[in-house]
């Protein structure tokens, strides 16, 4: 069973403290996500395998290495998710994107599952599910379920900021997901929102609030 990856570069952290300040503009928010998820992203794909092949530069025939293997798939769940993807697609931007949407019911915060479109070739493809905060799980847990229906064998989820709760129910039911978090934060509320957290992503990333 993977660890959770928390990644604490200092960039990383910088960036997750001025998006916690309730004060940041929708508009900086909006960019601090995008700029901590391409940061993410650089770790994320660490162990993306290389072949060598062979090149001409200017001066000599040589042999470089490249990118090899399955391609990758970036996954935002809806809506917080979408706010990763760029960031992402910056550093790699031959990937292809799926959506899935999910809300949490705010009364029994259970996820519901409202959308679902994936790339046709999406089994053939290693996943990078996206979303800002992994909270009880339930959201992450549902999303993993729905690309391992449709043949998805390989997974990583990358949220910015988590709490022990979810990680512990996405471990118990994914334990093959590789996690990545920018921040391990205290608890969940009676409202299972994240403490300290930063609030609600969605309204705080589209000014819904
Ligand atoms: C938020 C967040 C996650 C989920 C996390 O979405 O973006 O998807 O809650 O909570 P969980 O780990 O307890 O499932 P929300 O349901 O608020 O929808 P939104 O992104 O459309 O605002
Ligand atoms: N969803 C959010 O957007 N924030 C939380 O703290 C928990 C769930």
Known sequence: MPKPIIMDHPLIQHKVSLIRDK???????RELISE???????EATRDLPLKEIEIETPMKITTAKVISGRKLAFVP??????????????????AKVGHIGLYRDPKTHLPVEYYCKM??????????LLDP???????????VDALKSRGV?????????AAPEGIAALTE????????????DECLDENKYILPGLGDAGDRIFGTK
């Open 36 to 42: 901590i998820a391409m940061l993410m992203c650089y």
């Open 153 to 161: 064998r390989h997974i990583k989820f990358c949220c910015i900021i």
């Open 133 to 143: 905060m992994l909270a009880t799980g339930g959201s992450a847990s549902d999303a």
């Open 119 to 128: 790339p046709s070739d999406i089994a053939e493809r290693d996943v990078i």
């Open 77 to 94: 769940i809806l809506r917080a998710g979408l706010g990763m993807c760029d960031g992402m697609l910056a550093l790699v931007p031959a």
């Open 173 to 184: 039911k994914h334990p093959d997901v590789q996690i990545y978090a920018a921040a391990l």
């Open 23 to 29: 004060r940041t503009p929708s508009k900086d928010f």
